[in-house]
Each structure stands twice: as structure tokens, then as C-alpha cells.
């Protein structure tokens, strides 16, 4: 079975700082990992995902992610974060190998919260 | 229009009506989807369509009825709903059903009250 955690429910933080959300899964199998955001009033969207290859991820307005097979991690980072980046931020899992059905695991959701 | 659509966006019913939710996709997918998303938990997948086939129900109850007529349209019929079942629902579709890989694309979602 797959899970994902997101270690934090609100992350506040001013505008122009760094910020980062945390995001740990376990597994028996072999992932692909997604972080989705949710604008208020709207569905969620891609932001990046990690299917293969380098473990640094570079995805939609300006953010990146990082695998970490070691520590079963894949955590969001933004260098600047911006007002417009107040939103809840998804992470998901699907699993690899036969049987998979493309089922997407999401964790709890971390919310962001950018302050003038 | 393009994306994913949805009607109505914001949907009152009591426990005894039936009600339908409406999902379009306009990106020529094969894949689609009903979500979950109550207040403080994890977005829960109900069911998966492929090629208008139903290939997950992940136990859902039977009060929650879905159709997918070809694989643009999906819709999620409602009758005698519980008030703990007062959640916003997500409609999403993919290029292709059962893939790991593919990034799904989300409509704005339904929000559903039960009185």
C-alpha cells in the first residue's frame, strides 16, 4: 500500500522569502510523485511531477522539488515565494509495476499562506 | 470552452432529493474521475472510467450512482445523501486510463451541501 504525508497543515510566510513544503510517502514499489496546487475556488493543477531521471524537479511558477529515495521524501521549494502563491499544495503518489490502475494518492495538503 | 467543466458549481439538497452532477472534458482524454474533498482530509477517489468503462469503485455507497456515456461526459447521480456527505466533488480526466505517468486535469469541482 502507498501513503503520503505532509509534515506541515499551514506554512505562513512573508513575501519574497524562500519557502518550503514538506512531503514524505512510503511504498513497496517503485513512484511516481506529483505536487498539485489548489487556487481558492478552483481545481487542483500540476505544478511538477517526478517520473524518472534527475531527482531535482522543475516545475510551474517558479517552483522545484527534490526526490529523495533515501529518505522517501519530495519536498517543494520556491527561492521567492509571491502573494499570488497563497493556495493548498497537494502531494500525490502512483505507484509503478503491473496491477497499477494510475491511482493517485494525495496527502493532506499543506496550506500556504503569503503575507505583504 | 476548454479543461475540464462542471455543472453546477455550487449545488443545496435535502436527503430525499436527486440531484445530478455534470463533468465535461475538452482535451481529448480517455480517462475520468470523481473525487472527493471534505474539510481537513485527503482528496478520495470514488471512481475511474476508461473508454467508458467503470474500472474502480473504491467503495463507494450505492447512494452515489456514476455514468460516463462516452468519454467526455461523466456524471455522479445523488439520492437519500447523508449530511456527512457534504464535500466538494472533483472531476478529472487523463490521456489514458491506468497510467502511472499521465498528469490528470481537474474541473473546478461542485460544492454540495445536504440539509
Known amino acids: 500500500a502507498q501513503s503520503v504525508t505532509q509534515l506541515d497543515s499551514q506554512v505562513p510566510v512573508f513575501e519574497e522569502a524562500p519557502v518550503e513544503l514538506r512531503c514524505n510517502y512510503s511504498?513497496?514499489?517503485?513512484?511516481?510523485l506529483f505536487w498539485y496546487v489548489q487556487y481558492p475556488n478552483q481545481g487542483l493543477q500540476l505544478l511538477l511531477k517526478?517520473?524518472?531521471?534527475?531527482?531535482l524537479v522543475k516545475g510551474i511558477n517558479g517552483f522545484e522539488a527534490e526526490f529523495n529515495k533515501s529518505q522517501t521524501s519530495f519536498h517543494l521549494r520556491k527561492p521567492s515565494v509571491h502573494i499570488s502563491d497563497t493556495a493548498e499544495y497537494f502531494c500525490?503518489?502512483?505507484?509503478?509495476?503491473?496491477?497499477?490502475?494510475?491511482?493517485?494518492?494525495f496527502g493532506q495538503g499543506t496550506t500556504l499562506q503569503v503575507k505583504p | 470552452e476548454t479543461g475540464v467543466t462542471q455543472t453546477p458549481r455550487h449545488l443545496v439538497m435535502g436527503m430525499t432529493n436527486k440531484k445530478s452532477l455534470k463533468c465535461e472534458q475538452h482535451?481529448?482524454?480517455?480517462?475520468m474521475y470523481w473525487y472527493k474533498q471534505s474539510a481537513k482530509k485527503p482528496l478520495e477517489l470514488m471512481f475511474v472510467y476508461n473508454f467508458k468503462e467503470q474500472t474502480e469503485n473504491n467503495s463507494v455507497p450505492s447512494r452515489f450512482s456514476p455514468e460516463c456515456p462516452n468519454s467526455s461526459h461523466l456524471f455522479l447521480h445523488l439520492h437519500t445523501l447523508q449530511p456527512e456527505d457534504s464535500a466538494l466533488y472533483l472531476c478529472a480526466s487523463s490521456r489514458r486510463g491506468g497510467a502511472a505517468t499521465d498528469t490528470q486535469y481537474f474541473g473546478p469541482g461542485t460544492r454540495l451541501t445536504v440539509l
Open positions: 517526478y517520473l524518472s531521471g534527475s531527482t
Open positions: 500525490a503518489v502512483s505507484g509503478s509495476g503491473s496491477g497499477n490502475t494510475g491511482k493517485l494518492i
Open positions: 511504498s513497496s514499489v517503485s513512484v511516481y
Open positions: 482535451l481529448g482524454h480517455n480517462a
